[in-house]
């Protein structure tokens, strides 16, 4: 029985449905990457050859992990791929799209099955319908199509020489739990065979008393010898996503053994005499490295970890940092003569744990193509519909950055992009009157500058318009001057509601966006700059931390306690004298070249008893975030450095105004102040 | 999937699916005609499949298992009436040998 949480008889089917869904996302990435470098290009052989190994692993999957409506749209399409693998049809530049548009449809239908998202039948039909009607002899002037498994026998173009062998399947006995269907694997693999060339064999490898045996259990080993022309890593892709490679055995037979065998099998029973069914023509030419074959290749070189785990190693390695930073604060305080080997062991635990530390975050880094590689389709289709030519150029995909900050700098990514396309590239026509080329250049760049990741959208198109943004602004009551700077005057396009687009279309221009860019940027330590010049173009500059587990910051004391400014947030630090220290509307604030500043006394916000309440008496530390700044006054800074992020609502409760904590080097827990939060504090107060 | 009980019967007849979906409901039956065959001493035992119209890997192990312990016991057991949609797919999954099929008792 089936739970909607996908429990069946206890056993959590979600962990194992994982897989087929990270694998079937791939698939659908690599297929939709081919397609879009494709333009309208005609695909080569081994283009047509990737592309259809994708669609059929996932087919293959979907049918074994029991998503049989996926398997719909992705039977139709393999076929069709068939056909213009085999030049039974031409290839007309429409088909690129339909595969997409197939492709959308799949991926609509996994989000179904992975996130219970609604799914849309009435497309599923009509894509499936396209792809139908393509293979029609009016619409390419060849053979209906035919479903790929009523084709009868392998070409003879294939590869001819037909290879037989043994294969052994010893499975996980969970097998069954998971749900994984068995008659799939073995049907499929029959299908792989040459007519009459199947034969399979299954025994019990172990004989338990029926009453003591869990139904679910399985003790079947199978033994299948077959001949076929598939090669050897097609037969082993049949196994996709339910075999490990201990578990599969092949072993290649010469044919005299095939003889004795088929004189063996005739004396079989008569009641269940074989029938497997026709094999499928285009299998016999799949012998480029498939799916599988890659996941196995992969297998060498990496593992697939739960996301939850590399948490847990980065938070373990977190406490290790502390218990080294709490034993290199307990050894200072010895005679270093005395303790010398003591002051050497530490000093390399040090060493050992920085690296360990580095290492560790490595895990979580992933390339940012994972992003990038979402942008060429949509710049293809937003330049269609815009009727503008774009020449779009990714660099620096390979530059890694933290899971967490790749799933949130998506979004602001797609904004800006969206923006480009819209607002800075002209139309080919508005382009060659100013004697540029007619197709516009939008290229997105990554690389990594010293602790922090930089993502540049950079366009060729007209540039901001500094009068009409002025114009813009004051129209909105947004204040500002003719004396402000270019950059100042760029900064305005970030206020919320803010667009000078003259018209709202549904690419861009709602002047809801650039605001919830920065904001979303800002929110994950990130930064938005720009550079923009009237008829050259513009570009734009994200940048972001390394990662957010760990956090470079100033620590400070406050009466008694220790505190974390984010060090991204510090301008600088003074101690005030007098004259500066003004009071406006009953608050006091500080002067800063010819700047009032807020003052934000943290012993107040925190309840502290604090020897230094007056400003003069300490240390201002000037800070900036979300547009705003301050002067946060502390008894004094104690050092810079880096701190692991812990969760406080995890571990005690959520403490306004700040963003978690950490533990020190002396094990005393401080608290990593949140600026925003630390601004509408003092606002209330 | 249900089963048809005859009492004294030396023949178990299953009707329906005989599949994962059903193997717990399957096992029950299984393990209770086993018991009563056994207990009765029964010489043979057939498994009269006619009416089962889907089956799959985990239902042929049940079944195997079933058959194997049978023999165990001294009974002569063996899978009949399987009809020809039913003996491809025992035959694709690699049973044929293990339900070594009878004639009719």
Sequence with gaps: MTTPNGEQDGIDLKRFNQVFFEECAENLAEMEQILIALGECEPDHEQLNAIFRAAHSIKGGAGIFGFDDMTVVTHVMESLLDLLRNHEIPFRPEMIDLFLEAGDAISMQLAGHREGKPVCQEAIGQVRAKLQQLAKPGANGSGALQPATEQALPRQDASPLPVRCRLTFSPDPEIFHRGIRIESIISELSELALEGEFHCRAYLAETPELEDLDPLRCVTRWEFTLASLAGREKLVEAFMFVAEEEQLQIEELPWQERRAEAAQDDGAPEAVAAAPPGRRAYDSNELATGAFGRRGAEAESSIRVNVGKVDQLVNQVGELLITQAMLAQTAAGLDPILHQALQRGLA?????????????????????????????RLVRELAGKLGKQVEFRTTGEGTELDRGLIEKIADPLTHLVRNALDHGLETPQARFAHGKEPAGTLQLRASQVGGRIVIDVIDDGAGLNRGRILAKAQE??????????????????????????????????????????????????????????AGMGSRFTISLPLTLAILEGLTVAVGGEKFIIPINVVIESLQPKPDQLKTVNGRQVVQVRGEYLPIIRLHRMFNLESQVTEPELGILVMVEGDGERGAILVDALLDEQQVVVKSIETNYRRVEGSAGATILGDGRVALILDLTELFLMHKKL | MSEIVFVNDNRITFQGSCSREEAAELHRALVCRLNELVERKAEQAELDLRQVNQIDACGCQLLALFLEDLRRHGITAAACHLGPELAGQISLLGFSETFSVLPPL
């Design chain 1, 348 to 376: 390399q635990l040090e060493r050992n744990t920085r690296d360990l530390q580095g290492s560790v975050m490595s895990i979580r880094l992933v390339p940012i193509s994972m992003v990038f590689s979402r942008f060429p």
């Design chain 1, 476 to 533: 909105r009551g947004i204040p500002c001057s003719d004396s402000m700077t270019d950059d100042e005057v760029w900064q305005l396009i970030f206020v919320p509601g803010f667009s000078t687009a003259e018209e709202v279309t549904d690419v861009s221009g709602r002047g809801v966006g650039m605001d919830v860019v920065l904001k979303n940027v800002q929110s994950i330590g990130g930064r938005v700059q720009i550079a923009s010049e």
